[in-house]
C-alpha cells in the first residue's frame, strides 16, 4: 500500500496539493494507532519537506497535523470505549497514545470529561 501510494504521489504531488491532502488523510485514518510524525510521513512516505507539507495540510483543511491526528485518534477513542471491551489502557493504546494517563488528560480536555464517564453516558 505504502509503494503504490508512493507512485501515486510522484506523479501528481507537485501538480494536484488536493490529492496530496487526500493522501495524507488517508494515511492518518489507517495509521492513526502508529507513531506517525508529520516528518516521517514527509520523509519517508512521501518523501517530500515536511515544511512544504504541513503548509499544504494546514491551507487545504484549515487544520494543522497534529491537530487532525487527534482528532481521528479521539474519534477512534469514542467507538471503541462505546463498545465496551477494551479496557480504558487498551483503549488508549488502540487509538495510538503510549501513555494511559496522557490520553485520559487529552480525552479530557478534548470531549469535556474522562473517558470512564463518557464509557458509561455512551453504553450500547
Do not use: W
Request: aromatic share 10%.
Amino acid at each position: 500500500l505504502i509503494q503504490i501510494l508512493c507512485m501515486e504521489m510522484k506523479k501528481e504531488k507537485e501538480s494536484n496539493p488536493d490529492k496530496l491532502v487526500r493522501v495524507m488523510t488517508e494515511y492518518i485514518h489507517q495509521n492513526y494507532n502508529k507513531e506517525i510524525s508529520l516528518k516521517d510521513l514527509a520523509e519517508n512516505v512521501l518523501f517530500m519537506n515536511h515544511t512544504y507539507l504541513s503548509h499544504i495540510f494546514a491551507e487545504k483543511t484549515g487544520s494543522c497535523y497534529s491537530a487532525y491526528l487527534k482528532q481521528v485518534r479521539m474519534e477512534k477513542a469514542k467507538e471503541f470505549l462505546k463498545k465496551d471491551t477494551l479496557s480504558i489502557t487498551d483503549v488508549a493504546i488502540s487509538s495510538g497514545y503510549n501513555d494511559c494517563s496522557q490520553f485520559i488528560r487529552s480525552f479530557k480536555k478534548e470531549v469535556g470529561m474522562t473517558p470512564k464517564k463518557f464509557r458509561e453516558r455512551h453504553k450500547t
